[in-house]
């Protein structure tokens, strides 16, 4: 019985071979696209859970209290680890402190003075690290032991790392780095690789002591009154320990210590779990290289969903349509003696033949498109596409299809009447299909505007964020970090003015960052001469005299500050003085600011207009430019975009002829700016994707009503003909109920649309406005696709001779 079920399964699918390839062409790429969204999600989620204890270790953070709002920083004062030792002995805690950046150079030992040291720049994964992490995070040790990261000097890498220094990781042990120039180090050990759905990409782990005795080079201040997002601090707590309990605790640890060091108690620090340290944006900076909003991920989880009921739609739409053409053979079946529930497993055993070659051609087009992952997700590059989660995905999705896209026309299938089948009497309207296969119809297109919507909302605010006015030109600025080191910092006049020779060279700045970065470094400030504390922190930027020129920054009121290699002046802008209550830009100038307590008072000289800071997601802060050498470590170099390739490589040589001691990473400020937002870019790129994918779902089953209903009205078609009906008023009959209900689905889909994008857009502080254009234009792309799907079959039919029709059964 099973074996002539899928006989007739297969011969149905062969026979109505249009049919066929519109439902298995829908299916696959919806099955397709969902299994990849799904690898991507699984991915994402699994994040950090590859620790054994990973629910009893906690991230202790720290909440900011201001006037202007509440802050989170991944950071916690240094001098905290030690205080929660004292104060909880019971538990674990570990700190560690992150280099960004970082240079680590492998001494050449073949006597050719340094010549041929090995250079590498690790953007992150440097760590300066206490033992303790590695008894709350556990890491299996090739070689060595945690005892060592006790000591000074010393250095752990992870086997990835090892073997790119040394060639073999077996033969790292007990060789000598350097790092930044700076220090030297030993190689203590190796331990495994970090998992790549790990936030902590251990490479390159300094013993935590060495920062200690090398705390001014790092910046890296024991003061309670500090606080860096580089420092933080872990703790695992005991399985029987009510976390909502210990964050009481450290309510009151908080203000002990704030008490003891005549602190403002304006700093709460809270338990983040390492299960939210990936998807928690409030915090934002971890030690990993992306964290990602759990929006973002239940984003594309509906998307998904949506893609996979358009693809079920499909197939009832054109299964029902040609039920109507299978009557005689179930009444014959029905008439022979087969039950309702056999004729309900015929049809379901024809859905699972068609879903299971739809499933196969979609892990094929997955695996093909695998690669290409990467673009729209932060993924490895070599992801794998077969793990238990997927084939299990796969079972699900196969099951849930069979159910969507089988249940209904097995139901309507198995109720027709013997007598009525025979007789030819079952027609689209007496089962009742029209109706339902309306209202799919709405539900498909209502989708598919959905995601239109989002390409288009999408789309333009990225264009918007790319296109913004930053306030400063970040066109043909070369971007090339160095180091703070003495040595550096005593040849960076001649390799300004070396450059400054160069006719394609138009200014050159040092400084510690360009205007707009992720740079959040803030202190309090003093204005005026008033002891009185602002209330606000100051954002500080360091750069020599030329900061200014090089940049393009346009003053409001005053003018740049002098030469210096100390804060002698200082430049503010708008938003620092708007703070202070000063409403002109004028009325600023001249009066003195300092910076911390300690600081000494500057006048200000300059007042420039607002620049973005940070990404378009944040507002302007208040900002302090001012001239500090030791901090000046970055080059910036304003160029001709004339032969753009020659000039950055004549700077090439130039920089690595002045600062042997150091790889050269020159990038361009427009290309790091573009990277803020990078997540943002790939959502929109996956809405265009999927919008796409709707598209083409929504025309193919489109495509296939129309395909049947020119079928069933063939005899229709040309009586109308025959009576003066002309090609356009054919394409009318065939089009206008489609349009109507297109109409509709947009009605459905346009206060969704507008409730979800609205939302999205909340995550930028300076957005585009949901203007009517967006939904116009959307409603009439869905028009103008369903007016050439629709048609170009219409128009077929309508060109056929109408003798032809008329004599057709």
């Known amino acids: 019985m099973l074996k002539n079920y899928f006989k007739i399964a297969w011969r149905n699918v062969v026979r109505h071979k249009a049919h066929s390839i519109i439902n298995i062409s829908g299916l696959s790429v919806g099955v397709a696209a969902c299994l990849l969204i799904f690898v991507i999600l699984q991915f994402e989620r699994s994040f950090n859970t590859s620790y054994a204890n990973y629910k009893n270790i906690y991230h202790i953070i720290t909440k900011q209290v201001a006037d202007e709002g509440i802050f989170y920083n991944p950071g916690v004062s240094v001098p905290a680890i030690d205080a929660l030792r004292t104060d909880f002995p019971q538990y674990k805690f570990a700190a560690l402190n992150t280099s960004y950046g970082s240079q680590i150079t492998v001494p050449d030992n073949s006597g050719n003075n340094g010549t041929a040291d090995k250079k590498f720049t690790e953007g992150f994964g440097v760590f300066f690290i206490e033992p303790q992490f590695f008894d709350i995070f556990h890491s299996t040790w090739l070689e060595g032991d945690k005892k060592f990261l006790a000591e000074p ?52 782990m300094v013993s935590y002591i060495t920062l200690k005795q090398n705390a001014n080079t790092y910046g890296f201040r024991n003061d309670w009154h500090s606080l860096s997002s580089n420092h933080q601090i872990f703790t695992e707590l005991p399985a029987n320990v009510n976390p ?26 809270l338990l983040q779990p390492l299960s939210e340290l990936h998807f928690d944006t409030r915090v934002g900076n971890t030690v990993g290289d992306h964290i990602t909003s759990r929006a973002t991920l239940n984003t594309l989880t509906f998307i998904a969903v949506l893609i996979i009921i358009m693809a079920s739609i499909n197939f009832i739409n054109l299964s029902t349509a040609q039920s109507v053409g299978r009557s005689k053979e179930v009444g014959i079946r029905k008439v022979l003696g087969s039950t309702r529930k056999q004729l309900i497993a015929q049809v379901i055993g024809e859905t699972t033949l068609v879903i299971m070659v739809s499933v196969l051609l979609a892990v094929a087009i997955a ?26 995905f796969l079972i699900v999705i196969t099951i849930v299809v069979i159910l969507l896209s089988g249940i209904y026309p097995a139901l309507v299938v198995s109720g027709f009447k013997p007598v009525q089948a025979l007789k030819n009497k079952i027609t689209a309207a007496s089962i009742g299909g029209i109706p339902l296969r309306r209202a799919l119809v709405v539900a498909q297109f209502a989708i598919a505007q959905l995601l239109i919507i989002g390409t288009i909302v999408a789309v333009n605010q990225m264009n918007f964020v790319n296109e913004a006015d930053l306030g400063f030109n970040k066109n043909a600025v070369l971007i ?35 205007p707009s970065s992720e740079n959040n470094w803030g202190q309090n400030f003093y204005y005026d001469h008033s002891e009185k504390d602002p209330q606000f922190n100051a954002f500080l930027k360091y750069g020599d005299a030329d900061y200014f020129k090089t940049f393009e920054l346009r003053f409001a009121a005053g003018k740049g500050y002098d030469p210096s290699d100390t804060i002698r002046q200082l430049v503010v802008n708008e938003t620092f003085i708007h703070k202070l209550g000063i409403k002109k830009a004028g009325d600023a100038i001249g009066k003195a600011v300092r910076m911390g307590a300690r600081g000494t008072w500057a006048p200000i000289t300059g007042v420039v207009e607002d620049f973005k800071t940070n990404s378009l997601r944040d507002a302007v802060k208040p900002i302090v430019i001012s001239p500090l050498k030791k901090f000046e470590s970055v080059a910036a170099v304003k160029i001709q975009t004339k032969n753009l390739t020659n000039t950055v490589a004549s700077i090439q040589k130039l920089w690595e002829s002045t600062y042997p001691e150091y790889a050269y990473n020159g990038y361009f400020l427009d290309e790091n700016i573009a990277q803020f937002y990078k997540q943002e870019n790939q959502l929109a790129l996956v809405y265009k994707i999927f919008a796409f994918i709707a598209i083409f779902i929504s025309c193919l089953g489109l495509y296939g009503l129309v395909s049947f209903m020119a ?23 065939f089009s206008k109920e489609f349009m109507i209900l297109i109409a509709i689905a947009f009605v459905l889909a346009m206060p969704a649309a507008w409730y979800l994008m609205s939302g999205w857009l ?4 300076y957005r585009i406005n949901l203007t009517a254009g967006v939904f116009v234009l959307a409603i009439a792309s869905s028009l103008a696709i369903a007016c050439l799907t629709v048609g170009y079959k219409a128009i077929k039919a309508a060109l056929v001779n109408p003798v032809k029709s008329l004599r057709s059964e």
Do not use: C
């Open 244 to 269: 909502d309990n210990f964050t009481k605790q450290l309510v009151g640890f908080t203000n002990k210590q704030s008490d003891l060091n005549q602190q403002k108690q304006s700093r709460i620090h």
């Open 153 to 204: 000097n010393m250095v752990v890498l992870d086997k990835r790392t090892a073997t790119k220094y040394f060639g073999d990781w077996k033969k790292a042990t007990g060789k000598n780095l350097k790092m930044d120039n700076l220090l030297s180090l030993r190689v203590a050990g190796v331990v495994d690789n970090a998992p790549d759905n790990s936030d902590f990409p251990l490479r390159v």
């Open 711 to 733: 079928v069933q009205r063939t005899k229709e078609v040309g009586v109308r003909k025959v009576l003066g009906a002309s090609v356009f008023n054919i394409v009318l009959l």
């Open 367 to 392: 695996k093909i498109a695998l690669p290409y992952l990467k673009n729209i997700a932060s993924v490895p590059d070599e992801i794998a596409l077969f793990s238990t989660g997927t084939v299990l």
């Open 480 to 514: 090339i970090p160095g180091s703070a080191d003495s040595l550096s910092l005593s040849k960076m006049q001649a390799f300004k003015q070396q450059l400054l020779l160069k006719p394609e060279v138009k200014s050159v700045s040092f400084a510690s960052d360009a």
């Open 762 to 765: 909340q995550n930028f502080a």
